[in-house]
């Protein structure tokens, strides 16, 4: 049982545009919120979390957005950059600490 | 500051024997966390450790399969009598603990079950 689905298993975006990566989950409990990063033959490398009590979290040039109502998460990356191009998953939990149930990933293409 | 240590990186096994994966949290980390990723598909949790305590197991298959956390010493991801359909990358990732939001990874194990 997916408890969070990655639905675009692909993305390609001109570098300098946005990119936009997106995640929905099932269970309402959830209320932690993380974007890893993840390159070839490396584990993942943490980009930027949100919990429930906020909408949107900003960090550089990588943007969160919660939308609890919709169970929906979005990153966005502005301007993109070549050296974007990975697999980005995301993953939530019901509380820290424990563990995150992991969406399947989006391979993301930054085209310079 | 290293970060989460992970080894051997690759382990080639043949069916019926023994892996042992090694995780070394980062500096001040107590907490640990073993995921697995079987191809094409997202990371699975399997295990979340305090030193000398299993928290957690629900996603750790109930046979062959153990994990321990000493309070000197590594992490040991243990998997008896591999099968072919052992074979994954297998990650470990470590937090301070409650409070900590993020989990960082280490690098993974991949291991090829012949």
């Known amino acids: 049982d997916q408890q969070v689905k990655q639905n675009s298993p692909s993305l390609s975006v001109q570098e300098g545009r946005i990119s936009i990566l997106n995640c929905d989950y099932t269970?309402?409990?959830?209320?932690?919120f993380l974007w890893y990063k993840k390159y070839p033959a490396e584990g993942p490398t943490f980009l930027i979390s949100?919990?429930?009590?906020?909408d949107k979290n900003e960090d550089g040039r990588f943007t969160v957005f919660l939308n609890k109502s919709a169970k929906h998460l979005s990153l966005h990356i502005v301007p993109s950059q070549p050296g974007d191009s990975a697999v980005y998953f995301c993953?939530?939990?019901?509380?820290?600490?424990?563990?995150?149930?992991f969406g399947t990933g989006t391979s993301l293409t930054v085209i310079p | 500051n290293a970060g989460v240590m992970q080894n051997p990186r690759h382990l080639v096994r043949r069916r019926g024997q023994e892996a042992r994966l090694r995780c070394s949290p980062m500096?001040?980390?107590?907490?640990v966390y073993w995921y697995r990723q079987l191809p094409e598909e997202g990371l699975k949790f399997m295990v979340y450790?305090?030193?000398?305590?299993?928290?957690?197991e629900s996603g750790m298959p109930k046979e062959r399969f153990s994990a321990e956390f000493p309070k000197e010493g590594p992490s040991i991801l243990r998997i008896q009598q591999v099968v072919r359909g052992d074979s994954a990358a297998y990650f470990c990732a470590s937090s301070r603990g409650t409070g900590e939001l993020a989990q960082y990874f280490g690098p993974g194990t991949r291991l090829l079950v012949l």
């Open positions: 993953a939530a939990s019901r509380d820290t600490g424990n563990q995150f149930y």
């Open positions: 269970n309402s409990m959830f209320d932690y």
């Open positions: 500096k001040g980390h107590s907490h």
């Open positions: 949100i919990s429930s009590i906020k």
């Open positions: 450790l305090q030193k000398e305590n299993i928290i957690d």
